[in-house]
């Protein structure tokens, strides 16, 4: 790939989605972008940027960024997080806030929506914890075929492998032939919305507590400043932020602290006492 | 170091299945039949058991059955690894005492997964 054509593309993406791409990652665009190239019946991807530079193809340029996300997803990924959840992070605050009055989550960068499921199935697990409160759940991504996919609620036997024991396997899904359908009762828990981690996210309202886990890694440090910030602003007072094993907030943010005692969990400074998720 | 019994009737997937065990420290012994097995775990109980479902002699489900009757002071985690994947075998085998299930074809990653989930990693 030509040096301007890499450039072109970086900043095109990293302008988009916020995905900063290093020199470095030129197989990257070579392996994701080249099927979309053919797919175009462009030439390869001298041809691709060709046609974004003459012509204003604004699906083309979707097309190019949704191919650039990362959609590496799994049933309760690193497990660690869910049993936080269901442990520490819901008894605190459902016993903090008023029974009627709904608990938001949010599943930030959802891909193709095991995170947004594993959440719900946590919370149907702990249903006499909850004691009939309301729900809702909103996962977002960027990526409209992603969406689409999270929407269905149907996975491979691969996909369903990956995390998810059998014994929730059984509960909570339905066999279709090869791939496994969720139950619509889990359905009706996840909202899926398109957003981009870019733009301003005080639409999607308030939240007790915030996933946003393994999103952070693929941003520049001013980005991932920008993410956190939006993020601490739709965070309730003594909501949590959830982020993936590898990632910190460490000297991004003034306004979230990590809970002393639970690795990847941040709260607002001051919100909480000094060694509790709880 | 744990111990793993590993029974198929193929000579194949158990050296296979050997390779990622030994990978994650397991020390693996191997039965190619359940009733094979069954002796295997009299003579000495496995931390756990990869089973397969069809096997000659015996199949994995009657093991499991016979297994979870064993006069034993503790009784192995059971992960079957088959590939009878449809819903009802899966419904069996968990009311038989499965502890995990795995549908073939699997990554490896997969059984190191169900090893994390039933507390073996």
Redesign the interface.
Known sequence: MQAADFQFLSALIKERSGIALSSDKTYLLENRLGPLAAQRRLNDIAGLVARMKSVRDEQLIRDVVEAMTTNESLFFRDGKPFELLRTAILPRIVAARPKERPLRIWSAACSSGQEAYSIAITLLEEEALLAGRPVEIVATDIATSMLIKAKAGVYSQFEVQRGLPIRLLLKYFTQKGTNWEIAPRLRSMVSFRQHNMLGECAGLGRFDIVFCRNVLIYFDEPTKKGVIERIAQVLAPDGVLLLGAVETIIGLSTRLEIVPGAAGIYRPVGSGPRAAVA | MRTCLIVDDSRVVRTVARRILEELQFASREAGDGQAALAACQEEIPDFVLLDWNMPVMNGLDFLRALRQLPSVRQPIVIFCTTE???NH??QA?EAG?D????KP??S??LQ?KL??VGLL
């Open positions: 994947n449809d819903i899966i419904q968990i499965a995990e299930y795995i549908m699997f990554a990653d997969v997964a994390v989930q």
